[in-house]
């Protein structure tokens, strides 16, 4: 896609990079690489599927569209992938379902150095 631009030439945009008409750009349908969380989240929200009442407030406050609902299990699914632990889903949950507990507390927590720095 090529166009031309008074008094600055010719400006090749790649087609993957081009924006429709009217600025209208679709919606990403599966998950995005670029808002992986890396390695610097400190807390994460651990469920207890006894308390939790699938009301989704957990979904719907979430900035990172981290909680997604398993309708054959009938519960709540927390993607790691994604959540940045701001615990925003842990504050907003009506029944305390949602509680912080610390990312050293697992297995496939954050990094750990053998030695300091």
């Avoid at 030439?9 to 670029?34: K, N, Y």
């Avoid at 699914?77 to 949602?98: D, M, R, S, Y």
Wanted: aromatic fraction near 10%; proline fraction near 9%; charged fraction near 25%.
């Amino acid at each position: 896609m090529s166009e031309k631009l008074p008094g600055y030439g010719t400006i090749t945009v790649p087609l993957d990079r081009s924006v429709p008409f009217g600025a209208v750009t679709p919606a990403p349908v599966l998950q995005q690489e670029l808002f992986f969380t890396s390695n610097w989240r400190i807390v994460r929200p651990v469920i207890d599927d006894e308390k939790c009442t699938r009301c989704m407030t957990c979904y719907i406050a979430c900035p990172d569209s981290c909680w997604a609902y398993n309708e054959e299990e009938d519960q709540m699914v927390w993607n790691a992938e994604f959540c940045k632990g701001c615990q925003i889903c842990i504050h907003q949950c009506p029944t305390e379902a949602l509680t912080p507990q610390a990312e050293l507390d697992f297995e496939d927590g954050v990094v750990r150095l053998d030695r300091p720095f």
